[in-house]
C-alpha cells in the first residue's frame, strides 16, 4: 500500500507505458539530429507470459509491495539510456537475481525495501513496503537512500515528465 493509501492500477500504468512510448517515439525520430549520435535502444516493454512467470517467482522468494506486482503485471520492464542520465526498471527476473545476490536494502525506519529500478549513474531505486519509492546517495546497494517518489505511481510520472521535457 503506497503513502496515499490508494493502489497502483493497472489500467493507469498501461495507459502510463502508451503515453511513454509515444513520447519516446518523438524524442528518438530527432535523437541522432540533435544529439550527433544514434539512441540506444529505449522501450517500454509489456509484460508477457514468461514475465508473469518471472513475477510469481518473484512473489515466492520474498514479499514485494502490491503495486510492484501491478507494474510487473503490465510491464516487463523499462529502459530508457537515452533520458537524461538514463533510468531502468528492472525485470522481475532480474529484481530476483539482485535479491538473491545482495538481500533487499534497509531505508530509514521501514521494512527493508526491494530494488526495481536503476539510473545511468548507477543509484538504486529500491520501494519499500509502504510504498515509497527511495533513491541511493550513491552507486552502492550499502550507502544510505533517499526518498525519491511517494509511491511508484509518482516515480513513472517523474520518468514519463522527462521523457516529454526532451522533447
Do not use: K
Request: aromatic share 10%; proline share 3%.
Amino acid at each position: 500500500m503506497n503513502v496515499s493509501g490508494e493502489r497502483l492500477d493497472s489500467g493507469w500504468v498501461r495507459v502510463w507505458g502508451e503515453q511513454t512510448s509515444a513520447a519516446l517515439g518523438d524524442v528518438m525520430s530527432s535523437f541522432s539530429q540533435t544529439h550527433g549520435f544514434p539512441p540506444g535502444e529505449n522501450a517500454v516493454i509489456l509484460a508477457t507470459d514468461e514475465s508473469h512467470e518471472a513475477t510469481g517467482a518473484l512473489v515466492d522468494l520474498t514479499a514485494i509491495p502490491s503495486d510492484l506486482t501491478t507494474l510487473y503485471w503490465v510491464m516487463c520492464e523499462v529502459s530508457l539510456p537515452d533520458v537524461e542520465h538514463g533510468y531502468f526498471v528492472h525485470s522481475a527476473s532480474t529484481v530476483a537475481e539482485h535479491f538473491r545476490e545482495y538481500g533487499s536494502v534497509q531505508v530509514d525506519d521501514e521494512s527493508p525495501a526491494l530494488v526495481f529500478a536503476s539510473d545511468g549513474g548507477g543509484h538504486l531505486f529500491a520501494v519499500a513496503g509502504s510504498g515509497r519509492v527511495w533513491r541511493s546517495t550513491t552507486a552502492s546497494w550499502f550507502d544510505d537512500f533517499e526518498v525519491a517518489a511517494a509511491s511508484i505511481r509518482e516515480f513513472l510520472e517523474q520518468i514519463g515528465r522527462r521523457v516529454t521535457d526532451q522533447n
